[in-house]
């Protein structure tokens, strides 16, 4: 019987999803952290009788035919971009991207990563880097004397100095974009890399061909729902459950059939 295979990539979908949806939820309070839904499609079908074949009794052809699927096989676990809200922290390397875009930072590697963490702050050279020490490019050092720093929502950084009424230009943040968002590669640590999927990024100064605007002293919250991952945690349970029963269904049906005597 092929109901308790069918039965078994139930189950095994609907733990998928669970484990998807407590990702999410342990990620409710990662800066600008994207929910990700689970996504499935069904597996191939039994052709017992194809629709149209010709009836060989009187020549008529069968209008649906018998096909017989054989479970559920996850698709895809997209990531909903949406963006999250920004809340206010005063910290002057603190920045939201207000839209579209992603902050460049260089790995160990020398290998690009993307992000929208603007948790920033500063090398012990003042270099301007992420919370786990990677640069943003482009890369801005910061001078030891600098009395306070203003971004504008384009993302020139600006440093102030003791004794001087003007402020000195320092560099200016880029953000890149891509063309197909979700087909970037997650790595953790919020960050991102391009793939083929992707596309190669466009880069281009913030607030320009449909990018965000840089909001200093924000962050983006999480675009985690609680609400909607718990009524999905819920479906998903009683999901399992149904498939749970199948299974018990099918292992009564094979011990009466053979306790037929």
């Known amino acids: 019987m092929q109901s308790l295979k069918i039965a078994a990539t139930g189950m095994s979908a609907q733990q998928m999803r669970v484990d998807v949806i407590s990702n999410n939820l342990a990620n409710m309070s990662t800066t600008a952290y994207n929910a990700r839904r689970a996504e499935f499609a069904d597996l191939h079908y039994q052709q017992l009788t194809r629709p149209g074949t010709i009836n060989a009794s009187d020549g008529t052809i069968v209008p649906t035919g018998v096909q017989i699927g054989l479970g559920v096989r996850p698709s895809a676990v997209s990531v909903d971009h949406r963006q999250g809200s920004l809340s206010a922290t005063g910290g002057e390397l603190d920045i939201a991207i207000d839209g579209d875009g992603y902050l460049e930072v260089t790995l160990p590697s020398g290998a690009s990563a993307y992000t929208r963490d603007g948790g920033l702050k500063l090398s012990p050279e003042g270099l301007i880097v992420t919370s786990d020490g990677y640069p943003v490019i482009p890369e801005i050092t910061v001078p030891d004397d600098t009395r306070s720093i203003s971004i504008s929502p384009d993302g020139e950084v600006f440093a102030y100095f003791d004794g001087e009424v003007e402020a000195e230009s320092l560099g200016q943040f880029t953000l890149a974009d891509f063309s197909n968002e979700k087909g ?45 991952e718990i009524t999905d945690l819920i479906q998903a349970q009683r999901g399992y459950e149904l498939n749970a029963k199948v299974i018990t269904a099918v292992d009564q049906m094979l011990g009466a059939t053979t306790q037929i005597r």
């Open 184 to 228: 970037l590669e997650a790595i953790g640590d919020n960050l991102f890399l391009e793939t083929e999927a992707s596309g190669p990024p466009l880069v281009t100064d913030p607030g320009e061909d449909g990018l965000g605007t840089i909001r200093q002293g924000y962050l983006e919250d999480s675009s985690v729902d609680a609400v909607r």
